[in-house]
């Protein structure tokens, strides 16, 4: 099997399994006051510590949440919510186009059922916001009627990285809570939450060797959204829920592990990749890379094979034990082109067209060799096949 679809989840750490592991056969709900929860919540605080350590938050930032989706919407939802609820004119979110539909659909249910009045944020044809632009979008009023901005740290499908330290200094300079989903960026890159200035960022386990089901919220001191979970007031009575110290052990040790070799892995994976892209140019020389060619997450190459439908080359690279994905795996199965190709200015055919091919800690040369093989007689096959 040739894996490259890291973007949409990757393997679990060996030391991540094992942290899981050993808290999965035990007792204890965290919230317990007798010594079996005591022992689990010591579980959950030092991974807590390990967390915040890593991403420059500190303990008492980390929100645990079932995943990236969860965080995201407790992110957009609740610091809407909160900041409505001190001033009803503040309405306006400002969101990226290119966001993932775990915040593009939250900010889309707020102008929905809560009155939001949304502003998408444009992106340039590499897929990079420009904080010009933002800055205008803030306008004369100084955004004191912009309940949030949210603006994701690298894209999940084209890999573009943002400029979100400049984006969260100026929503800083207005009083405005500034959102980012480092959901993409933490496996990859380094991730320093008050080194960025962000207000809220976003993680999630499974893209970073850690198990599914479990993310994070990075909150800032004076960040409180309202709960979009009512229950046990676990988590600062920002999250209710049990805690599921297994997966928060497993996250914990994954998380320390990718951010010792944060730099490490982006050298390695930049230079795998740059030899992806450029086997794959040589094998289908029409081909078009996707994306910020600098600005770009080290395992992300994504490209357009026109006359192509992007189905048919995932079919005919799965059928050769090449596994990628035709952009985010959580809209795969919907027959849309994709709104970030759409918002980069790309036309339909090229939009559909697109395959990404996505590395990560397992990823090998012989990945690379094994696609650029394959790559050149697929795509003449799905060209003869053409477009439907
Ligand atoms: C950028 C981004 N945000 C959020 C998510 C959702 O995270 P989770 O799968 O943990 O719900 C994903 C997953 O694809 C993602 O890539």
Same mark, same amino acid.
């Not at 944020?121 to 340039?124: G, K, T």
């Not at 009575?237 to 951010?259: F, K, M």
């Not at 890379?289 to 997450?297: E, K, S, T, Y």
């Given at each position: 099997m040739t894996y490259l679809d890291h973007a949409a989840t990757t393997p679990m750490l060996p030391e991540a399994v094992e942290a899981m592991t050993a808290e999965l056969g035990r007792l204890g709900n965290p919230s317990s006051l007798h010594a079996v929860g005591r022992r689990a919540r010591r579980i959950v605080e030092e991974s807590r510590e390990i967390i915040a350590g890593a991403?420059? +938050?500190? *303990?008492?930032? %980390?929100?645990?949440?079932?995943?990236?989706?969860? +965080?995201?919407?407790?992110a957009v939802k609740g610091i809407f919510w909160a900041r409505r609820a001190a001033d009803p004119a503040r309405v306006r979110v400002l969101a990226g186009a290119v966001e993932h539909h775990a915040v593009l659909d939250a900010v889309q249910w707020l102008a929905d059922h809560e009155g939001a009045q949304v502003e998408w944020? $444009?992106?340039?044809g590499l897929g990079r916001v420009d904080p010009a632009a933002v800055r205008e979008m803030i306008g004369p009023g100084g955004g004191d009627d912009i309940a949030l901005i949210t603006v994701m740290w690298a894209n999940n499908e084209v890999g573009t990285v943002q400029p979100v330290a400049e984006l969260a200094a100026l929503a800083r300079e207005h009083g405005i809570p500034f959102h980012t989903d480092a959901v993409q960026a933490a496996a990859?890159? *380094? %991730? !320093?939450? !008050? =080194?960025?200035? +962000?207000?809220? &960022?976003? &993680?999630?386990?499974?893209?970073?060797?850690? $198990?599914? =089901? @479990?993310? @994070?919220?990075?909150? /800032?001191?004076g960040t409180d959204p309202v709960p979009v979970l009512h229950g046990g007031g676990q988590e600062r009575?920002?999250?209710? =829920?049990? &805690?599921?110290? $297994?997966?928060? !052990?497993?996250?914990? /040790? !994954? @998380?320390?592990?990718? /951010?010792s070799r944060w730099e490490e892995q982006a050298r390695s994976l930049s230079a795998l990749r740059d030899e992806l892209i450029a086997r794959v140019m040589a094998a289908v020389p029409d081909a078009v890379?996707?994306?910020? *060619? @600098?600005?770009?997450?080290p395992g992300n190459a994504h490209l357009s094979f026109p006359g192509c439908e992007g189905d048919a080359l995932l079919m005919l690279l799965d059928a050769r034990g090449i596994e990628c994905s035709t =952009?985010?795996?959580?809209?795969?199965? %919907? +027959?849309?082109p994709s709104h970030v190709l759409l918002a980069m200015g790309a036309g339909p055919e090229r939009a559909r067209g697109s395959l990404r091919f996505s590395l990560g800690h397992t990823s090998t040369e012989a990945d690379v060799a094994a696609l650029a093989e394959a790559i050149g007689p697929v795509v003449e096959r799905a060209r003869r096949a053409g477009l439907s």
């Open positions: 991403f420059d +938050a500190r *303990p008492s930032e %980390v929100i645990f949440t079932g995943g990236g989706t969860e +965080a995201d919407n407790l944020i $444009p992106v340039d990859q890159l *380094p %991730v !320093a939450f !008050a =080194g960025s200035g +962000a207000h809220a &960022l976003t &993680l999630s386990g499974h893209k970073l060797g850690g $198990p599914l =089901g @479990v993310g @994070v919220l990075l909150l /800032a001191k009575d920002v999250r209710s =829920g049990t &805690l599921d110290t $297994p997966a928060i !052990a497993g996250l914990a /040790a !994954a @998380v320390e592990i990718t /951010a890379l996707n994306g910020d *060619p @600098v600005h770009r997450l =952009g985010s795996a959580c809209s795969a199965g %919907v +027959a849309q």
